[in-house]
């Protein structure tokens, strides 16, 4: 059983190379919307973290 599902396994696996070979450029667009996804996200917590420093820091003004 070990064996066919190696068997299997092996053929399975030469078909996705025959397609990355076909298609080089397959997974571009989800490694690229991945990694837009990743950099929206750190610039939304930068920009937090410098709004509530900005917002404290205004707070903490003495205007009287």
Known sequence: M??????????????VRKA??????????TETVVMVAILVAIAIAV???LMS?????????DLG
């Open 20 to 29: 990355v070979n076909e298609r080089p450029d397959a997974g571009y667009s």
């Open 2 to 15: 070990l064996l066919r599902l190696m068997v299997l396994f092996e053929a399975h696996l030469e078909k």
């Open 47 to 49: 920009g937090a973290i």
């Open 53 to 61: 420093k900005l917002l404290a820091k205004a707070n903490s003004l």
